[in-house]
């Protein structure tokens, strides 16, 4: 039921009862008219009696007066006599206009001809005859005049006993409409008493059917609420990530379970601290503390994620490396009230990864161990049992053979031990080197080389092309990948070498770049399958058989990267245009990394 | 003692090596044959009466392990000594070949090895 639909009862509770009652006092106004009727009707007839009861008394008063005058011939005794016959004309007049019907007016009019019949034949006469001194003891002339006055008087009361009659019946009319008036008030008084009852009962079962639907709705939705809430407290707790809710103030308004674990503080105790107290981070490298999340999202009033390497700081002072992000809350108009913070513990995950890197460096140091034992333990081989030979039977011819090939097998153990030292050989600053120069330097010493097998080499390397680093291992570097393209593309290949400066900006890949020297080295050999190619920097993978150790390119990307450069392979295998590419940038003045790792 | 008329074969992709290793045999009195990778080896070993194989381990394309079990195939008698520059060989290799020995160990220790493998000849002695 809605406020409209209530209105509308409202009113109706107060219209229909009035409107009851009015139709009721209307009933009850026509019965007290119908009784008011009736008593008018009585009050006409006691009028009427009385009227024809004062004018009997009239004319008894002047029966009386002329009796008397008759008797004592005393005129003053005539007086009544005249003052009746002076009042009776308005009176008969009066009753005729009372009369009800034309019966009564016959008879009001047969009562006035017996009186004047009495007045003018005997009255008049018997005063004159008294007058002029005549003689009026005459038996049958005042019984005649009895006898008229009797009939006056039998009019009198036929007039009367008929406008009596008429009285008795409006009396009992009367008594008839005040019983029916009593019923009908009582039989009104009921029904409308049942009617507004049962009426207002009605409504009053409306509104309390609304009002308990209303009120079932009310207690479904607050359990609705609360079940969702419960329900939401109760993810939130169980919740695997640690959830901190703050105020606008960064004052600790919920704590999850994980959290709890996690920071160490209960939540009786965390809330309403402020957040740095309870989740005090840092920077895993420098042990400076962080700004907290709470703060940035107040300030920026957008989502923000901690930088990797944060330590958070735990109640007892054990710490736990963790990720974390923390999100502004707003409230419907968008106006931020809170900042919620969820972390998780990656310690494991941290210890884990730096569990695998140091495996994979023993990995590679075992490999390496055992390229290093496999490389020496051939030319030993070789030279043990030369060695051998040497010792027993052998002529001179001999012995210089085997000697020749003993220090031979040797040179090949010197020069796999260098190449391994070189890589963890290490300059202790870098120094400005001209590549122009360094890479004239390299191919000076590889023209032999080329001629012996004809390759052909151009380059374009413009003047004073200046960066910093080690100049050692970039020769290493250069040589590594100049003598790949020279065995590529022999016999009688095309080997091009190009070099340019160029500014800061973007890589095709649309990575930033700083400003730098990027080197290509270009052959016309038959270029390298793209299953091969993905291959080339992996330590220990040649396709050079045992010639190649498999580290060469591995140990230059770990230099060039060392740069803060990078370098790439590209290679076509068709048959147009095939070759490869090799492509290093470094920057002219990089920050150096860390060596190979 | 030994029979002088032994037959070996000696496969190793290391030409210095297996040329050193072929006259210190030599010297000790067998008769050689020498491949410098597995195709070769399997193709001699199938054509002569090899009496014994000297085998590396690691050779470019197929190692010693593939070359010693094609060699059982064909002639599961003959014994093989295996020869690793590396310090372990996986057991799947060691299983299959008679003996196993690390490179550098020194001649003696080869011809020692070899001749403890190798049939004795009747009809030599």
Known sequence: ?597 | MRSPQHLVLCVDDETIGLDVRRMLLERAGYRVLTALDGPTGLDLFAREPVDAVVLDYSMPGMHGGQVAQRMRQVKPSVPILMLSAYTSLPPEVTQIVTLAMTKGEGAPALLQKLGSILPPRASHL
Not at chain 1, 50 to 79: K, M, N, S
Not at chain 1, 166 to 176: C, E, I, L, N, T
Not at chain 1, 282 to 305: I, K, M
Not at chain 1, 396 to 416: G, S, W
Request: with cysteine; net charge neutral; aromatic share 6%.
């Open chain 1, 1 to 597: 039921m809605n406020a409209s639909s209530f209105d509308r009862i409202l009113r109706k509770v107060v219209i229909v009862p009035v409107a009851a009652l009015l139709a009721g006092a209307a009933l009850l106004l026509w019965q007290i008219s119908q009784a008011n009727r009736t008593v008018a009707l009585i009050e006409g007839c006691d009028t009427r009696i009385a009227l024809t009861l004062r004018i009997e008394q009239l004319v008894v008063d002047q029966e009386a007066g002329l009796r008397g005058y008759e008797i004592t011939h005393d005129p003053r005794l005539l007086q009544q006599y005249y003052v009746a016959q002076k009042a009776l004309p308005a009176a008969f007049d009066r009753r005729a206009s009372l009369v009800a019907n034309n019966q009564r007016r016959d008879q009001v009019n047969s009562l006035r001809d017996a009186y004047e019949t009495w007045q003018q034949t005997f009255a008049s006469p018997l005063i004159a005859t008294i007058d002029a001194g005549g003689e009026t003891n005459d038996v049958n002339l005042n019984y005649d005049g009895k006898l008229r006055m009797d009939q006056i008087r039998a009019r009198v009361a036929e007039l009367n006993s008929l406008t009596e009659s008429v009285r008795d019946k409006a009396v009992q009319q009367w008594h008839r409409q005040v019983r029916s008036t009593i019923v009908s008030l009582l039989v009104a008084a009921i029904a409308i008493g049942l009617i507004i009852g049962f009426y207002v009962r009605s409504l009053i079962q409306q509104v309390s059917t609304a009002f308990r639907q209303s009120h079932d709705v009310l207690r479904i939705r607050a359990e609705q609420t609360f079940r969702s809430e419960e329900r939401l407290r109760t993810t939130l707790r169980s919740i695997a990530d640690g959830v901190i809710t703050c105020d606008r103030d960064g004052r600790v308004q919920s704590i999850n379970d994980t959290a709890q674990e996690l920071t160490g503080w209960s939540e009786r105790d965390a809330r309403d601290q402020p957040v740095e107290l309870v989740f005090p981070i840092f920077d895993e490298s420098t042990r400076q503390p962080l700004e907290n999340p709470v703060a940035r999202v107040t300030r920026s009033n957008q989502l923000v994620r901690l930088q990797n390497h944060t330590i958070l700081i735990r109640r007892d002072g054990t710490e736990i490396y963790i990720e974390d992000s923390g999100s502004p809350i707003r409230d419907k108009h968008g106006e931020l009230v809170g900042v919620v913070l969820v972390f998780r513990d990656v310690t494991v995950a941290k210890k884990s990864q730096e569990a695998l890197v140091a495996n994979e460096k023993l990995a590679v140091a075992g490999r390496l161990a055992a390229t290093i034992a496999h490389e020496i333990h051939n030319p030993l081989d070789s030279v043990s049992n030369l060695l051998f030979l040497m010792d027993g039977v052998a002529n001179d011819r001999e012995r210089d053979q085997f000697l020749a090939l003993a220090k031979q097998e040797i040179a090949r153990v010197t020069q796999i031990s260098r190449a391994m030292l070189s890589l963890y050989r290490e300059s202790k600053a870098p120094v400005e080197i001209d590549l122009k120069e360094l890479l004239d330097s390299i191919l000076l010493l590889m023209e032999s080389r080329f001629t012996a097998v004809g390759i052909a080499v151009a380059q374009t390397i413009p003047a004073r092309l200046c960066i910093r680093g080690f100049p050692a291992e970039l020769r290493q570097v250069f040589t590594n990948l100049i003598t790949n393209a020279s065995e590529a593309a022999s016999p009688r290949g095309h080997i091009t070498i190009a070099a340019e400066s160029i500014p800061a900006g973007f890589d095709q890949l649309g990575i930033r770049r700083e400003a730098g020297v990027l080197v290509t080295i270009d052959d016309d050999g038959p270029g390298i399958p793209p299953d091969i190619l993905s291959h080339l920097f992996q330590p220990f993978y040649t396709t050079k058989g045992e010639r190649g150790t498999g580290l060469g390119l591995w140990i230059s990307r770990g230099i060039v990267t060392k740069h803060g450069g990078t370098i790439d392979l590209a290679s076509s295998t068709g048959s147009d245009g095939h070759g490869t590419t090799a492509t290093i940038f470094l920057p002219a003045t990089p920050t150096l990394g860390t060596a190979v790792s």
